[in-house]
């Protein structure tokens, strides 16, 4: 059973920023397909971001430009550096992790517990 861990969520004002961490004690993360989700309540689960070596990351339009989805290799973490916040990115954030190609949600092998994190405003 694989496990990511994430951390960093919180309560902030609108305007305020957060970085979410994604960690796995035993499943490298450099050449996954790895993913951040959200999911607000009474809301679907959305994706954020996703990113995989050698490809671009690729951003939902309501957080491009905010939001920068990375991975450090060395420490086998992932993260979701999240700028400008606003009200509506209020949202239980999930990290996933995929074996292959994640062109959606159900394509992911792996989900972490959740981190919340509200924008007042």
């Known amino acids: 059973q694989v496990v990511l861990v994430e951390s960093g969520g919180g309560s902030v004002q609108a305007g305020g920023s957060l970085r979410l961490s994604c960690a796995s004690p035993?499943?490298?993360?450099?050449?996954?397909?790895m993913g951040w989700f959200r999911q607000a309540p009474g809301k679907e689960r959305e994706g954020v971001a996703n990113i995989v070596s050698g490809k671009d990351p690729h951003y939902n339009n309501a957080v491009k430009g905010r939001f920068t989805i990375s991975h450090d290799n060395a420490l086998n973490t992932l993260y979701l550096q999240m700028n400008t916040l606003k009200p509506q990115d209020t949202a239980m954030y999930y990290c996933?992790?995929?074996?292959?190609?994640?062109?959606?949600?159900?394509?992911?092998?792996?989900w972490g517990q959740g981190t919340q994190v509200t924008v007042s405003s």
């Open positions: 996933a992790a995929g074996s292959g190609w994640c062109p959606d949600k159900d394509s992911y092998d792996y």
């Open positions: 035993e499943y490298t993360i450099k050449y996954r397909w």
